[in-house]
């Protein structure tokens, strides 16, 4: 809700903050702390806080000419992808997704894509691939 409130409305986090002084919101501020206005869904800050529990090195909604916006940008060269059912709702986003991630490689960029009950059931195996990645280094364009 925080987070829809941030990127939806517009809602400056000092103004929740503001709302929950009293002692017993320190969990509620606890989680506001964790939300940033930058990602555009509970999946993605699903991801987010997976990747900075492993202290991995990454930008977000990051912009590559000739690819557009990307989720999640692991040090500099490796795509992350959170994407919903919903994303590729019409044969024309997939082709479009097709597409993006074609270019992407072709710019010596490796992308992976996750759903978004790969990020919350199956985390270890989301780190050990995105790892195996890494170590394997940045393709050569």
Do not use: C
């Not at 800050?45 to 000419?65: M, T, W, Y």
């Not at 992976?112 to 059931?121: F, G, H, K, M, T």
């Amino acid at each position: 809700m925080v987070q829809s409130a941030m990127t939806q409305h517009g809602l400056p986090r000092a103004v929740l903050e503001a709302e929950l002084t009293a002692k017993y919101y320190g969990p509620a501020r606890k989680r506001l702390a964790k939300a940033d206005g930058l990602s555009e869904s509970v999946p993605e800050i699903s991801a987010r806080l997976l990747f900075e529990s492993v202290k991995l090195r990454f930008d977000r909604q990051a912009q590559i000419a000739g690819v557009g916006r990307v989720d999640f940008l692991i040090d500099g060269w490796l795509i992350v992808e959170i994407n919903g059912f919903q994303f590729h709702s019409s044969r024309a986003a997939w082709r479009k997704d097709m597409s993006r991630s074609n270019i992407a490689q072709t710019q010596a960029y490796a992308v992976l894509s996750y759903a978004p009950e790969q990020i919350w059931n199956s985390p270890d195996m989301v780190l050990k691939e995105i790892h195996a990645v890494l170590k394997r280094g940045r393709p050569r364009g």
